[in-house]
């Protein structure tokens, strides 16, 4: 994906609660570092929904959720 410059994954555990980290055996996530919102031509929410769709595709039985953070130091 020519939008995408690096990802991170993290795998039995979820965070942004109140609480800080949690420890979820049957979850994960992964954080998506963009290009610059110049050089691309998708907003990173719609990156968002594009990329839920295709491992809703792909992943049969699983359930996702696509969050898009407005925070300019790691998703602009």
């Known amino acids: 994906m020519p939008e995408v410059t690096g990802f991170f994954t993290t795998v039995g555990q979820t965070t942004g609660s109140m609480s800080g980290s949690q420890a979820t055996p ?3 996530e992964i954080t998506v570092k963009m290009v610059d919102a110049e050089k691309r031509n998708m907003t990173a929410p719609e990156f968002a929904r594009k990329v839920e769709i295709q ?3 792909n992943i049969v039985g699983a359930e996702f959720t696509a969050v898009s953070h407005w925070n300019y130091r790691y998703c602009q």
């Open 26 to 28: 049957y979850a994960a």
């Open 55 to 57: 491992l809703e595709e």
